[in-house]
């Protein structure tokens, strides 16, 4: 099975938020009237903690379900798909990065970018040749190596190649520098952006580190466009 | 990279639970199918051996009893028949043949049977098999012996061989004595025959009736001197019988196997019920038709049987909750790979079929590792067989039967995956996501 044709990234916003509410178990609610985030553009998520960034990025991948409104990716609001559409159209649309990488055990590396691939359709033949291209581009020098083989570096460049060999739409990175001195943060936030602009994706970054601001032309705080309120 | 190949990983990440998993799975489908094959093929060779007796009379206590001494060796009958019974039972039908057996001798544990030379030569212990000689002939002067198979192989017996043999059977050799006066000569070595034969070792009756009349006029001599108070020592010379001198108290059998006419190609006669109804009323012997209470004895095994099997059954359900025990036991472990595989794009059925197949692929392994375990435990228990109770159980499996097992056990692994499939189908994908502490 081939991959689909990727929609016209010119006709839509990369991201477009408007009325949504969502609903947190211990009684509080995260509404967020309207956000935007342009094809192609990056955008730091700066607020602290509990503030929503998170959720937000949980929201807009789809793994969490808001109450009302809507997220359109590309023009297609991802929380009117259900079940098995909604994955599709993720793993197709959006890349993820987390702090802690979320690599697969027991796989190489190229094996996870692969697996990324397979996931959402791409043939065994075009798996590895988008894998290996984005692992090349990367930097990885041994891409048959088990996971836990690699360093921590290396292994955020897999978590990298992983979200964007299959050239998303929106990449969401949640805290991707977090667990990084400040040195390998600056390498890592590089490393993104420059895969996030290569695959034509827009970029969002959740984070809490404050030296992350100067490489960010637009940067929001949570706060800015997003309440968290007590309900009844 | 497909779904096949995440679920080998998985399992090799878990290599020591799936290990042991596929071993339950693998031990439980070969004790089945072992147990399945052992049951047929142990019915069979039980059927061996009675071969074409219609009839077998004995002093023993019940019919199956007389069946088990007498064709099986299980024990020397213990009470005799006389000479003249046999004469009297022979002449009282026209039989096909009447063949009188004696046991009571065994040579080094392998018991000894006197009989005349029909029993090799008309006695077919598997029906239409007659016994054939590897080496040698057989015996057609006293103290000449021809050894079964077995009997031949575990104590490297030879055609020309002298062998001394010991009054009492089995375990009870220990407490008898050598007949060393008389050694036997190996005359000739049966082939292979897959019955209680093979271990046996035949020779004709005179040369038996004549070492126990020695021993017995031996005996009494001895007693003899003890009632005459002798008080020196006295050399006392085995006294040598001759087989003109034997009397009626030493021509004794334990067995007689009869064979009634019957029609070419039949082995079945119309008159063996008539003549077991007319054979029973004399009280002082036990008729027995071998294969009937061959019959009979399966039956009571197969209870025992049942339950081994049921016990199987058991371990084969086990092996499948262990698989389920197993994949819930690394639930946190998976449940975070399922976690990513949503985010990468993989729809909860997916994740959901991914469980199953894992738990179908220990199954399906289980069930191939447990057929070749079977294969090569059954050749195992055969030969074991042979060599402790003599007699051939050919472990052959049938092929319907495993392929049944071996479904079963793959559809019972797949069942237990259903539980930690439904878990990660239902697994909260941002909840796994959240890094680990």
């Known amino acids: 099975m081939s991959k689909a044709s990727p929609p016209n990234r010119d006709e839509h916003p990369g991201i477009q938020i408007s009325g949504l509410q969502f609903a947190y178990r211990r009684g509080f609610q995260l509404s967020i009237p309207s956000f935007q985030v342009a094809t192609g553009e990056q955008v730091l998520l700066a607020g602290s903690s509990g503030s929503g960034k998170s959720t937000l990025l949980h929201l807009i991948a789809g793994i969490e379900n808001a109450s009302s409104g809507e997220i359109r990716i590309r023009g297609t609001n991802i929380l009117a798909l259900q079940g098995g559409q909604r994955d599709l159209f993720r793993g197709k649309n959006i890349g993820m990065i987390f702090q802690t990488f979320h690599l697969l055990q027991g796989f190489t590396a190229l094996e996870n970018v692969m697996m990324a691939l397979m996931l959402t359709g791409y043939t065994p033949l075009q798996q590895r040749e988008r894998a290996e291209s984005a692992l090349n581009k990367l930097a990885i020098s041994d891409p048959h190596s088990p996971i836990e083989m690699l360093s921590v570096g290396q292994q955020q460049r897999v978590a990298v190649a992983r979200a964007v060999a299959g050239e998303p739409c929106v990449v969401l990175a949640d805290e991707p520098t977090a667990s990084l001195d400040p040195a390998n943060a600056r390498v890592a936030i590089d490393l993104i952006q420059e895969a996030a602009r290569a695959a034509g994706s827009a970029l969002i970054v959740t984070s809490h580190d404050p030296s992350l601001r100067e490489v960010f032309t637009r940067i929001v705080e949570v706060s800015q466009f997003a309440q968290t309120e007590a309900v009844r | ?437």
Do not use: C
């Open chain 2, 1 to 437: 990279m497909n779904d096949i190949n995440i679920v080998l990983r998985s399992l090799r990440v878990r290599f020591l639970a799936s290990s042991v998993t596929v071993a339950m799975v693998a031990i439980a489908v070969a004790l089945l199918l072992v147990l399945m094959s052992l049951r047929e093929a142990a019915s069979q060779a039980f059927r061996r051996g009675t071969g074409n007796i219609h009839l077998q009379i004995s002093a023993d206590a019940s019919p199956l009893v007389s069946v088990l001494n007498g064709l099986f060796y299980a024990n020397a009958p213990a009470n005799p028949i006389a000479w003249a019974k046999y004469q009297e039972i022979k002449n009282s039908f026209p039989w096909l043949w009447a063949i009188p057996t004696q046991l009571g001798d065994s040579f080094r544990g392998s018991p000894v049977m006197a009989t005349t030379p029909e029993f090799l030569s008309n006695f077919e212990p598997v029906s239409g098999q007659p016994f054939q000689y590897a080496f040698g002939q057989g015996f057609a002067e006293d103290f000449q012996v021809v050894a079964g198979s077995k009997a031949a192989s575990e104590h490297g017996l030879s055609v020309g061989q002298k062998i001394v043999f010991t009054h009492g059977t089995g375990a009870s050799r220990e407490g008898g004595h050598e007949h060393a006066d008389h050694p036997y000569e190996v005359v000739g070595i049966l082939k292979p025959t897959g019955s209680a034969h093979d271990r046996a070792l035949f020779t004709n009756l005179q040369s038996t009736w004549i070492i126990h009349a020695e021993d017995r006029l031996a005996s009494a001599h001895s007693e003899e001197e003890e009632d005459h108070d002798h008080d020196h020592d006295h050399a006392h010379e085995h006294e040598h019988v001759n087989p003109e001198d034997l009397t009626d108290a030493d021509k004794l059998v334990t067995g007689i196997l009869l064979r009634l006419p019957t029609r070419p190609g039949s082995d079945a006669s119309a008159s063996i019920a008539a003549q077991f109804d007319r054979l029973r009323r004399d009280m002082a012997i036990t008729v027995a038709q071998p294969a009937q209470q061959i019959g009979r004895l399966m039956a009571i095994v197969g209870d025992i049987d049942w339950l081994f099997l049921a016990m199987a059954v058991v371990v084969l359900v086990s092996s499948a909750i262990s698989i389920m025990l197993a994949m819930v036991a690394s639930m946190e472990l998976r449940r975070r790979q399922v976690a990513v595989l949503r985010v990468l794009g993989a729809s909860a059925w997916r994740v959901f079929a991914l469980a199953i197949t894992e738990s179908t692929l220990i199954g399906l392994i289980g069930a191939i590792l447990g057929a070749i375990l079977a294969f090569g435990g059954s050749a195992l228990a055969s030969t074991i067989l042979a060599q402790r109770i003599g007699i051939t159980v050919a472990g052959t499996i049938d092929l319907r039967s495993a392929a049944v097992v071996m479904a079963s056990a793959i559809v019972l692994a797949a069942l237990a995956g259903i539980i930690p499939a439904v878990k990660s189908y239902r697994t909260p994908v941002a909840r796994h996501l959240k890094p680990i502490a």
